[in-house]
């Protein structure tokens, strides 16, 4: 799941059918792998909005 969640995170142009047949082959149902990939896109959007307008960290997070 986690090697997943950063493949999408990190290179998203690379996600390829085998990707989720991984997921499934481990034991993840269909809308498991739903639900991993929602979330890990709504991080990046989160992120890439917050980033873009300049929003700044939390106080509690270290640079």
Do not use: H, Q
Not at 37 to 46: Q, S
């Amino acid at each position: 799941m986690l090697e997943y969640a950063v493949k999408l995170t990190l290179r998203p142009g690379e996600m390829v059918k085998s990707d989720v047949d991984a997921l499934r082959s481990a034991g993840f149902s269909d809308r498991d792998i739903l639900d991993i990939a929602e979330v890990t896109a709504y991080y990046a959007y989160v992120n890439r909005i917050a980033d873009g307008l300049g929003v700044p960290d939390e106080s509690w997070i270290d640079d």
